[in-house]
């Protein structure tokens, strides 16, 4: 059994400034609030590699791991895969963006299994995911909603 989750949000904003925003690997630490580090390793043939790190959980463990994203601007759509897969047999992302009434549409869907090994199955890791990326998404859209109002990023 796999897991899969499917959550969208509209940004009042631009959809350049949606697209650059969000693509800014290197920003993630401002953007979301659950990563302590994004770091861009390399890009190849439009395939960006880079890390990502939470923030340390209830024990002090910081979670961490390498993927590899391929942004299309002419589809306006982003393809990603956990190259370090740690407790996933693998962990499929896909953004989408699109010009709606009022903004931009912004829609992720996450397709993964976990391993027989990981602290959670399939299911507990679906609940997990649909409760924070929803959490996540809002924080991008005030973020974003913010600059495009000319308010700035918070620090």
Request: aromatic share 10%; proline share 5%; no cysteine.
């Amino acid at each position: 059994m796999a897991g899969h989750t499917d959550n969208e949000i509209v940004i009042e904003a631009p959809m350049d400034l949606v697209w650059d925003m969000t693509n800014d690997i290197g920003s993630w630490t401002k953007l979301f609030s659950e990563y302590s580090e994004s770091t861009v390793l390399g890009e190849r043939d439009g395939t960006i590699v880079f890390r990502l790190a939470l923030h340390p959980d209830e024990n002090g463990k910081v979670w961490s791991w390498v993927s590899a994203r391929t942004p299309d601007a002419a589809t306006r759509t982003v393809r990603s895969q956990r190259i370090e897969t740690g407790s996933f047999k693998y962990m499929w992302i896909f953004w989408e963006y699109l010009e709606v009434e009022g903004g931009v549409r912004m829609r992720w869907v996450q397709d993964f299994e976990m391993k027989p090994q990981a602290p959670v199955g399939d299911e507990a890791m679906r609940e997990r995911l649909d409760r924070n990326t929803p959490v996540q998404m809002r924080l991008i859209k005030d973020r974003i909603e913010r600059v495009a109002r000319g308010a700035g990023v918070p620090g």
